[in-house]
C-alpha cells in the first residue's frame, strides 16, 4: 500500500497501525492545509488592505505579503509574514509584521477561532498592562469572522470598525 501524507511527512498503514492515536484526522490536514493556504494566497489584496487598515497607513503600496513558502505555521495557526515600507509611525522595531489566521481545519470553526482570537488578544491586554517587562509582540488589532475589526489604540481600549473583508 503506497504512503499517505500528513503535514510533516508521510506514513504507511503499517505504521499507522502501530500507532496509539487514531490518525484518521491527520490524514485529511493536508489537503486542508493546501486549501486554506491557497484561499489565504488568492487574498493577498485582502491581507494588504487589513495591515494597512490597522497601522493607519494611507495606502496598500507599502504593504508587501511574504511568498507562501515564507509563511510558517504552528499547530492551530498559519503566519503570514508582511514588511511594511516607509512606516513611520511604528511603535516597534523592524519593518515587518505578522497577520495570524487560525487554522480553521484544527480550531472546529469559525466560533471556535473567534473564541480563540478573543481569548488570545485580552492575554496580550492583560500581560501589557500587567507585566509590561515581558517581551510581547505588539498586538495592533484582530478580526473576527463576522467581519468586525479591532484595533487597539491604547492598552485595554479597543476601537472597533467595519472590515475591509
Given at each position: ?9 508521510e ?16 490524514l ?7 486549501r ?11 491581507m ?5 487598515h490597522h ?8 504593504c ?36 495570524r ?9 469559525h466560533?471556535n ?7 488570545e ?16 509582540p ?6 473576527m ?20 473583508m
Amino acid at each position: 500500500m503506497r504512503p499517505r501524507r500528513l503535514l510533516r511527512d508521510e506514513i504507511t498503514y503499517s505504521r499507522a497501525r502501530e500507532r496509539e492515536v487514531n490518525i484518521l484526522h491527520q490524514l485529511k490536514y493536508f489537503d486542508q492545509q493546501c486549501r486554506f493556504y491557497s484561499h489565504l494566497n488568492d487574498r493577498r489584496e485582502w491581507m494588504k488592505a487589513v495591515v494597512a487598515h490597522h497601522l493607519g497607513l494611507t495606502s496598500t503600496d507599502a504593504c508587501h505579503i511574504a511568498n507562501r513558502e515564507d509563511w510558517f505555521r504552528g499547530s492551530f495557526n498559519v503566519c503570514v509574514p508582511v514588511t511594511v515600507d516607509n512606516w513611520k509611525s511604528r511603535q516597534q522595531p523592524g519593518q515587518r509584521v505578522i497577520l495570524r489566521f487560525p487554522l480553521p481545519y484544527r480550531v472546529g470553526g469559525h466560533e471556535n477561532g473567534d473564541e480563540k482570537i478573543h481569548c488570545e488578544a485580552g492575554a496580550y491586554a492583560w500581560l501589557q498592562q500587567n507585566c509590561p517587562h515581558v517581551p510581547i509582540p505588539r498586538l495592533y488589532g484582530f478580526a473576527m469572522s463576522t467581519g468586525e475589526t479591532f484595533y487597539i489604540t491604547d492598552i485595554l481600549t479597543y476601537s472597533v470598525s467595519e472590515s475591509a473583508m
